[in-house]
Nanobody
């Protein structure tokens, strides 16, 4: 497992931008599949984006395609989520997640199911006002 700490959340007006960061500890970070999820009050945790170990594959939820970008820097043990053109419906607690030991199923998957991940950060609040 890896330990994950998110930062960069906050308050922003609709149409604005934020960049979330997730710093990881552990030597296995560079081999991990990484993902961002979010959870709004009263709703289930939902997939936002995921990225393969070398950044060669990225997947996004339809609701954020064209607005959000996931990236990683393995030298810094950090994964990012750049969020542009934010909408009020993006308001949620955002979590980063990691899966270290990748199965064949994981390799072929978009990693959009939170049950595939085995390490989670504590979350960072993003609030978008109109």
């Amino acid at each position: 497992q890896v330990q994950l700490v998110e930062s960069g959340g906050g308050w922003v007006q609709a149409g604005g931008s934020l960049r979330l960061s997730c710093a990881a500890s552990g030597r296995t970070f560079s081999r991990s599949r990484l993902g961002w999820f979010r959870q709004a009050p009263g709703k289930e945790r939902e997939f936002v984006a995921s990225i393969s170990w070398n950044g060669g594959r990225t997947d996004y939820a339809d609701s954020v395609k064209g607005r959000f970008t996931i990236a990683r820097d393995n030298a810094k043990n950090t994964v990012y989520l750049q969020m542009n053109n934010l909408k009020t419906e993006d308001t949620a607690v955002y979590y980063c997640a990691a899966k270290v030991t990748i199965t064949v199923s994981d390799y072929l998957s978009a990693m959009d199911d939170h049950r595939r991940y085995d390490s989670w950060g504590q979350g960072t609040q993003v609030t978008v006002s109109s």
